[in-house]
Structures are given as structure tokens and as C-alpha cells.
């Protein structure tokens, strides 16, 4: 099992940044990607952006192309997600997860693995 701990969250004013992190332990050597999704209230969980740890392959949301940056630090067991220019819709509790095999990365389902989620809220 893996244990995952997002950290970062805030209020932020729209056009402004932020940068979520989520450090993993446990049995991290058995992780293959790792990703973020977010869930506004009444909304369903969202796919984000992921990443694959080995050979760093990143997808993304339609809605945060070119906004959003997925990174990781194998070292460190941490996955980082750099959020620019912000938009009041961004508002959403964050949170990562992992997976432990190759599959589709946009889907909730191939995540074995869920943190606590983190909150962003952005103000107009």
C-alpha cells in the first residue's frame, strides 16, 4: 500500500499561482504513474494531470493545458503540480494517486491509491 500526503493548497486570487505537492511512502518502489484529479461541490471528480515515474510521460486536462505543469522528483518520492494563471474555476479539493500498472491515466479507476485531498479556492 501507498501512502500519499498533498500539501500546497490555499486561497489565491485569479491569475495568480500556486503548487500542490504530494509525497508518497510505503511501497513506493511498486508505483508505475501518479496523478492529480480535483472534485468541485456537486461536481464529478475530475481528471488533472499525470505522470509516469520512470519515463516521465505526462498527460493532461483539457481544461488545464498549458496552465498546469505536472512534475516529479523520484528522489524524493514527490509529485508536484505548478498551477498558472488560476481561474475562479479552478475551485476544487485536489488530490493525487497512485497507480501501480500501465493503463488509461485520465480515469479515477486506474488509481489504486488516494490522498486527503488538498483545498484550492480561487477568488474573482
Known amino acids: 500500500q501507498v501512502q500519499l500526503v498533498e500539501s500546497g493548497g490555499g486561497l489565491v486570487q485569479a491569475g495568480g499561482s500556486l503548487r500542490l505537492s504530494c509525497a508518497a511512502s510505503g511501497r513506493t518502489f511498486s508505483i508505475y504513474g501518479m496523478g492529480w484529479f480535483r472534485q468541485a461541490p456537486g461536481k464529478e471528480r475530475e481528471f488533472v494531470a499525470s505522470?509516469?515515474?520512470?519515463?516521465?510521460?505526462?498527460d493532461y486536462g483539457d481544461s488545464v493545458k498549458g496552465r498546469f505543469t505536472i512534475s516529479r522528483d523520484n528522489a524524493q518520492n514527490t509529485v508536484y503540480l505548478q498551477m498558472n494563471s488560476l481561474k475562479p474555476e479552478d475551485t476544487a479539493v485536489y488530490y493525487c494517486?497512485?497507480?501501480?500498472?500501465?493503463?488509461?491515466?485520465?480515469?479515477?479507476?486506474?488509481?489504486?491509491?488516494w490522498g486527503r485531498g488538498t483545498q484550492v479556492t480561487v477568488s474573482s
Open positions: 505522470i509516469t515515474l520512470s519515463g516521465g510521460r505526462t
Open positions: 494517486a497512485a497507480r501501480q500498472r500501465v493503463g488509461i491515466p485520465l480515469i479515477p479507476e486506474a488509481y489504486a491509491d
